[in-house]
C-alpha cells in the first residue's frame, strides 16, 4: 500500500508541471515556424490563438494585421498580452463588425 501511494505522488509531481504557464514573443521579424522564445519569436499575431489559459505573449515592434482572437484564459489564468514597445496599428484593415 505504501509503494502505491508513493507512486501516485511521483505521478502528481510529475504531471503537475506539464501545465505551467508559458511565456511566448511575437515580432514582425520572426517566423511563424519557430518556438515563439525570445531568441525565435513568431511573427503573426494570429499564433495568439495557441495560447493557453495563463499564458503571456510579449508583443516587440510594430504590427499592421488584422487578427480574430479566438481564445480565452480564465479568471484564475488569464492569458496576458503585453507589448514591449509594440504598436497595433489598424489603419488600413476593414473594420466593419469590430469587436472588442
Known amino acids: 500500500m505504501r509503494s502505491f501511494v508513493n507512486v501516485i505522488l511521483l505521478l502528481f509531481i510529475v504531471f503537475s508541471g506539464c501545465s505551467e504557464a508559458k511565456v511566448y ?3 514582425p521579424n520572426g517566423n511563424d515556424a519557430n518556438d515563439g522564445s525570445e531568441e525565435r519569436p513568431w511573427k503573426s499575431l494570429s499564433k495568439l490563438n495557441e495560447l ?3 499564458d503571456t505573449a510579449i508583443l516587440h515592434g510594430r504590427f499592421n494585421e488584422a487578427v480574430d482572437l479566438e481564445v480565452s484564459g480564465t479568471k484564475d489564468a488569464p492569458i496576458s498580452i503585453i507589448g514591449a514597445n509594440a504598436v497595433i496599428d489598424g489603419s488600413g ?6 469587436v472588442i
Not at 93 to 98: K, M, Q, S, T, Y
Open 52 to 54: 493557453s489559459a495563463g
Open 25 to 27: 514573443h511575437i515580432s
Open 93 to 98: 484593415v476593414d473594420r466593419d463588425g469590430f
